[in-house]
Structure formats: C-alpha cells, structure tokens
C-alpha cells in the first residue's frame, strides 16, 4: 500500500461540517460530490499531502446514516491509496480478510474503491482506492 489517502468523517449536515473544517483547516473545499451507490454527499479539502473527506447520507439506509445512528458522528474509514487494487483485493483475501465487495466499486474522486470489514482492522474501516483511468 502507498500513503493514506484520505480520513473519511461522517457528519450530520454537509454544510455546517463544511464551513466548520473549513475554519479549522484554513482552507475550502476543492471538491464536492455526490455518490449515488453508496448513498452520500461528500465534501474534499486538501491537507498537505493527505485528504479529508466528509460524508453526509442521502438517504436512511445510506452506511453513513446507519453509522452516525449507531456510534454518532467521527472518524468513519481510513482509505489507502495502492496501485493495483485488484492485486491488493486478492493479496488480503489469500490471507484471510474479509472484503465487503468482491470488486472495486466506483467511487468519489472518480476512484475505483473496496472496504474491509472493520473486524479486519481492529475496529476500523479500511478503504482501498486507485485511481482510474
Ligand atoms: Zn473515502
């Protein structure tokens, strides 16, 4: 795997998150963006050489309603950036890691992404994602 390449934060409201990170990082998002099939909004600001991505559900039974029901708002996934994720997919999975998809699925930033059940990572949720082309 290469660097992390985004902390994805659930939030109740889009805006207010918004203009909240945007005071406290001192600087605006770059992107926004909307990702139907996985049911968010979700706003991009660029820090340093990471991302903070912040994500609104759009609908009940969005992952980021069921988690903000559940455990609030906070620190939601971490993602990775790898070069081939379809190798990394099939390296975890020979060791045994449960994947919450058996394909990269599309996602923001025009990103081909795949999960880790959280139980894999010591309560975390680890995202993969690979730039497509
Ligand atoms: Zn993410």
């Known amino acids: 795997m290469n660097k992390i390449e985004h ?3 659930a ?18 998002p770059y992107r926004r963006e909307e ?5 968010v909004r979700t706003a991009f ?8 991505e ?4 759009t609908h009940p039974e969005s992952p980021i309603a069921k ?13 990775f ?8 997919m099939s390296r975890l999975q020979a ?12 996602g923001a930033e025009n990103m081909w992404v795949c999960f880790l059940h959280p139980k894999e990572a010591n309560g975390v949720l680890v995202e993969l994602c690979q730039p497509r082309e």
């Open 54 to 57: 912040l994500l609104e559900a």
């Open 11 to 28: 939030v109740a409201n889009l805006e207010e998150a918004e203009a909240r990170w945007t005071q406290l990082l001192g600087v605006a």
């Open 67 to 79: 988690f903000i029901a559940k455990r609030g708002e906070g620190i939601h996934h971490t993602a």
């Open 95 to 106: 060791q045994g890691y449960r994947l919450l998809s058996d394909e990269p699925r599309p």
């Open 45 to 52: 600001f660029q820090v340093g050489p990471n991302k903070v």
């Open 81 to 88: 950036s790898v070069p081939d994720i379809k190798l990394e």
């Open 35 to 39: 990702v139907p099939t996985e049911g």
């Open 7 to 9: 902390l994805g934060i």
